[in-house]
């Protein structure tokens, strides 16, 4: 898979070599439209040709390359876009707290190669975290949790030799631990990794002995709430670094490796949970030990004594166990003991020091049965409470969604709970806790600049599963609330642990509520579309952006140029009237909207065969019986009144049997319509995909592609003024009842005059996987823009593929396929199996040398159209035909006719799908 995405990185790097850093940029490009289009909610400054301007909010560039993206907390929803490896040189990708964002992680994201963090906390991803992940060799920080990943975790995360913090907590990940071995890495080799955070997931098998050991560095071991079993492993006691250890909730079973002890930096242990067996071990030596929970397991025995002596030691939890014998605290137990549970043991007495005032509970053991003392069960606990109060001032009450901050001023803000995953402060109603912990939060705001007035903390809570959870709100200074670009960076203070807590209180995540009030409402920007990107790569994600935003540009255009223009189009020019705006016509009508309405029988549903962005396309019939198809532009296409005569002129001039002819239009009652002959078998397309039941074999391809090659050549060079088509495509080409082919839609063509033979266009157009790149990068048309794009539908010709197809790019797979020792070039692969394999394709590899010579990259180094005929022609003989035969008989063999049994193919069925494609849509970015 990830070799797949690296390929196809490197086919696009090798589709657009005529500038190099012009590329590069424009990857980013390409990168940022698609995520953009992709998801919802991006910021409104995302307009404009360059990302790295400046003007885009919450993007990073360095040499105007795009290193970091942080869209936190935005609101964002929709899916992330494989497209994403376009931006090669991204460092930070961070799209936390987002959770409308669902769908996989694509394994493009491994090519990513440069990504120090990735985040993606608290969103709505699904699927298996994609194996490509181990390729970010340079990943510092990786945070996927609370999401819904499932599957494994995958072994290739033990190649991330950088990586600092793991964090896979509260998704759904199931299988082993996974360890290296021969021929796979594993997370043993993370020996830089300091947080192991894979909590609440359904991860199952043993702890590996293999995964710990002396080299490592892990500080945070969260094993919680999984289905591990087996024993914890003795190489546990090898790390020296931990200071967190929580593997409760799960099965682990046997005893508590007595080497345990030389954790020394060990503040948190939490085994509880499991089924764990035998004494509670000998832990003298572990001096940092502050918080002991070893609840419900099985363990048996006497309470050591020396256990008490730990110096740290605050709370010992050891309720529901077999723990039976004398409970004897010594004389030199831990001055900061706080709390021992005892409760539903096998205790049947006890040696309590004078001085111990601290809370014991020994409810549920036998020697209540006697003794009252320390057996009586005590108040529920309320758990600990704290509110930051107001500063010194009087809150005040504040309009619906405003809050008053600690500071008594009225503003909205960014809140969420704050979850530490593994606290050892015992005494959790200590206000001093919380107040270091508002200056520590206060400070790293400060340190970042953030403009953020002050924070408040209430509703501390320790869950069931020993979660210590706060609400923090954390207010803007000034104007009332944070805009976009303040709640994303404040948001990041968290998920890349740039703030750190006090001691104690152990790892965190912050999940910040979706931030409820519209405080984004930066002035909305008119789109300017400066320029839209038309490279042929990308992914058909792309493509339909382009549409989409040349969609949308060109119907701003139209719009304003309607309110420019009176409602009356006639006012422009009077077909009727002599005012010398007649449009220039040669054998063209005029129709009036009353005379399409009765041949079109009044525009009805069973006339329409075709519709698209413009309109429809209706069916019908002239009373001399010719049948026409009718383009009928629906009130959001209607063009200019210029514009419209300016097409019409020149359709009218073209004449010539591979062109779709003009019968004539109408311009009447505020419609605009064109007349065309009636093409009755479909597009090109159509029967390449298999849909209008056309079987296309070798010879016929040969055929359509001569016509259309024709159709082209006369338009470059005979049409007078020569005329680029700038849209040539397989929906473009109709096929006639001879499988003829047709050349059609002239709605973006543009006539040249002499003076005019290297055209500067303003505005890029054509279609997405048939547009020339140099077109593109230079915005020069010239009639080797055509040449291009037909040599993409010669390729699809061969191949039946569409030109980008699972975010492949035809001319790279034809390019990668082709082997020129071989027969057929090796293209077996690739070939339509439609075009008959089983005879020989004579003259296939003459075909895809002048394909490939039609998509060279510099136009000068394409053939000419009137080249491409000629090579075609040859290309027809060698095949065994004539390449003139259609023209001087109808009864020639390729002629389509029902029931001839001496037919070559007279075996099929011919569907007559009667229907006239035009394109629906197009890039007109402007
Ligand atoms: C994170 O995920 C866990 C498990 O799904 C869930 O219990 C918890 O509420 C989530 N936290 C937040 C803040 O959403
Ligand atoms: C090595 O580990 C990988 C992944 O953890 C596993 O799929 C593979 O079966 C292991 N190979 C051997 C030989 O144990
Ligand atoms: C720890 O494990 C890693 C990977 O398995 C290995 O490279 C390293 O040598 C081991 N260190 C020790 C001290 O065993
Ligand atoms: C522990 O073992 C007992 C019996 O040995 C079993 O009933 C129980 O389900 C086990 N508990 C866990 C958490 O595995
Ligand atoms: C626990 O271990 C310490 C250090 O090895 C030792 O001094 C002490 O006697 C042991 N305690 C018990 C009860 O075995
Ligand atoms: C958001 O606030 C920052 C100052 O914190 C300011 O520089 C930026 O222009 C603001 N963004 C918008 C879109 O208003
Ligand atoms: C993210 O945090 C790391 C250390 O935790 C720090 O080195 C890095 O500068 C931070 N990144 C940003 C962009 O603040």
Redesign the pocket.
Known sequence: MGQSTQLLQLLFMQYLVIAVTANNAMDDNLGLLSLKHELQNTPTSWVGADPCDGSWELINCINSRVT?IKLLSMRLSGKLTSDIFLLSELQ?LDLSYNIGITGQLPSSIGSLTKLE?LNLIGCSFSGLIPDTIGNLKLL??LSLNNNSFNGPIPASIGSLSQLFWLDLANNQLEGHLPVSNATAPGLDLLLHARHFHLENNKLSGNIPPKLFNSSMSLIHLILRSNKLTGRIPRTLGLVQTLEVIRVDGNSIIGPVPSNLRNLVNVEGLYLSNNNLSGPIPNLTGMNSLNYLEMENTQLQGQVPVSLFSLPNLQSVLLKNNQLNGLLDIGTTYSAQLQLIDLQNNLISGYTIAGGYNKELILVDNPICEKLSSYCTVSQPNNGPSYSTPPNKCQPISCSSGQVSSPNCLCAYPYSGPLVFRATSISDLGHSDYYTDLEAYLMRSFQS?KLPVNSVSLSNPIKDFSEDFIIRLQIFPSGQGCFNRTEVSQVG?VFS???FKPPQGFGPYYFIPDHVPYDCYAETKKSLSIGVIIGAAVGGTVLLLLLLLAGVYAFRQKRRAERASEQLNPFSQWDPNGGSGGIPQLKGARCFSFEELKKYTNKFSEENSIGSGGYGKVYRGTLPTGQPIAIKRAQTESLQGGHEFKTEIELLSRVHHKNLVSLVGFCFDQGEQMLVYEYVPNGTLKDSLSGKSGIKLDWMRRLKVALGAARGLAYLHELANPPIIHRDIKSTNILLDERINAKVADFGLSIPMGDDEKDHITTQVKGTMGYLDPEYYMTQQLTEKSDVYSYGVVMLELVTARMPIERGKYIVRVVQMAMDKTKVSYNLHEILDPAIGLQTSLKGLEKFVDLAMRCVEESGANRPAMGDVVKEIENIMQIAGLNPNVESTSTSDSYEVSKGNSGHPYCNETFEFEYSVAFPTSKIEPH
């Open positions: 970091s930070y963090n510092r920080i970042q990041f890349n642990q740039s």
